[in-house]
């Protein structure tokens, strides 16, 4: 039989376990978002970490509310958690490739903006470099967008960056 104090225990710990997620969210957001910026990435890119931040922040508090409340087990909660993360890596697997590839490119150097590139015969200068793609200004004129898992494949030539690299990598 429930008690009140039991009761009062039950939401204090429901309380204090969703105030601990969210900031904790708050936290990894905030680094993840500052090392996004340092990256230059775009407002929209940031608002989109803020919001899956924010989702499994949402899903972890309510996982546990069920948990806390008797209705879920934790292997249930386990079980279905996996899933979740199963299917959305398979989904999000080229977008998280590019992302990863986006910021591969950016630390080493090889491409920043107004860099003369050639990437499977288009030559021109790059416009944008984003986490997933970056954009290419070709000489005739038109813009050819070119996934960064792509082009960290290669062959990518970069026409003014050989002197910038050669310094870095110290390479003739």
Do not use: C
Not at 84 to 111: E, H, K, M, P, R
Not at 116 to 144: C, D, M, P, Q
Request: proline fraction near 2%.
């Amino acid at each position: 039989m429930a008690t009140p104090l039991m009761d009062l225990n039950t939401l204090a710990g429901i309380v204090t376990l969703a105030v601990g997620i969210f900031v904790a969210e708050e936290v990894l957001s905030f680094v993840i978002r500052r090392a996004a910026r340092t990256a230059r990435a775009g407002p929209t890119v940031l608002r989109d970490i803020k919001a899956a931040s924010r989702v499994v922040a949402l899903v972890l508090i309510l996982s546990n509310i069920l948990s806390l409340a008797g209705l879920s087990s934790l292997f249930t909660t386990l079980t279905i958690s996996g899933i979740l993360a199963v299917a959305a890596s398979l989904a999000l697997q080229t977008t998280l490739s590019n992302v990863i590839s986006g910021l591969l490119l950016f630390s080493d150097g090889v491409l920043r903006l107004g860099d003369t590139v050639e990437y499977s015969s288009t030559r021109g200068k790059v416009v944008r470099i984003g986490l997933r793609n970056t954009w290419i200004k070709a000489e005739a004129g038109h813009l050819v967008v070119v996934s960064n898992s792509s082009l960290s494949g290669g062959p990518l030539i970069n026409h003014t960056a050989t002197d910038r690299l050669s310094k870095k990598y110290a390479f003739e």
